[in-house]
């Protein structure tokens, strides 16, 4: 089947602990993006990636590491310097064009910091 | 002012009831246009895409009024599946060529039988 997966499902952390959320898609798209989703708020951008080996920050990139070594895979690290990390993590994937482009998401990581 | 809003509802409906909802975006340069369904705890789902001249898919209708800048969803005879809370996005940055999302906050909806 294809699709995007992220794993793990739930995480937790201590405080001051770097993790990093898998995602992996196997729908040949060319740009990725990760997204936080906080309670009563929209989607924000973290990162995104619209071609492998190149990836550009987005709108609350500050606490977040990503690379883009393979196409299909796009990780992302929480960095004991993000401040507010508890939140719930959906990683996205697109063909890449511009116009109508349409975003497919993963199923999510949640997040949460003990 | 957000540059996509939506009013948060909920929006109680019984089975079987027309419900509608609107959203409003601030770039009047914007070009794509989305509805999304997110159910709880789960990813959001692309319902459907909104073109300039509306378009239908089954009991779902998308509207566009780029004068007024705002998007309408209908959803007809509601089912109890439609329970959900909906996403109404928009192309935030359309003169870069790449398709940079904006979210709203969403709309939720409740179908009681």
């Known amino acids: 089947d294809g699709g995007i997966t992220q794993s793990p499902k739930y995480l937790f952390r201590k405080e001051g602990q770097n993790v990093t959320l898998s995602c992996e898609q196997n729908?040949?798209?060319?740009?990725m993006y990760w997204y936080r989703q906080d309670p009563g708020q929209g989607l924000r951008l973290i990162y995104y990636?619209?071609?492998?080996?190149?990836?550009q920050k987005g709108d609350i990139a500050e606490g977040y590491s990503v690379s883009r070594e393979k196409k299909e895979s796009f990780p992302l690290t929480v960095t004991s310097a993000q401040k507010n990390p508890t939140a719930f993590y959906l990683c996205?994937?697109?063909?890449?064009?511009?116009?109508?482009?349409?975003?497919?998401f993963g199923p999510g990581t949640r997040l949460t910091v003990l | 002012r957000k540059e996509v809003e939506q009013d948060p509802g909920p929006f109680n409906v019984p089975e079987g009831a027309t419900v509608a909802f609107n959203c409003t975006y601030s770039?009047?340069?914007?070009?794509?246009f989305f509805w999304y369904r997110q159910d709880c705890r789960k990813e959001p789902k692309l319902l459907m895409s909104?073109?300039?001249s509306g378009n239908e898919d089954g009991r779902f209708t998308a509207q566009l009024n780029r004068a007024s800048q705002y998007i309408s969803l209908l959803i007809r005879d509601s089912k109890l599946s439609d329970s959900a809370t909906y996403l109404c996005?928009?192309?935030?940055?359309?003169?870069?060529?790449?398709?940079?999302?904006?979210f709203g906050t969403g709309t939720r909806l409740l179908v009681s039988p």
């Open positions: 909104v073109y300039s």
């Open positions: 996205a994937s697109s063909l890449g064009l511009a116009g109508t482009d349409t975003q497919y």
């Open positions: 729908l040949n798209h060319d740009a």
């Open positions: 770039n009047s340069a914007s070009q794509s």
């Open positions: 990636s619209q071609i492998v080996n190149d990836f």
């Open positions: 996005v928009v192309n935030g940055e359309p003169d870069t060529g790449f398709q940079k999302l904006v």
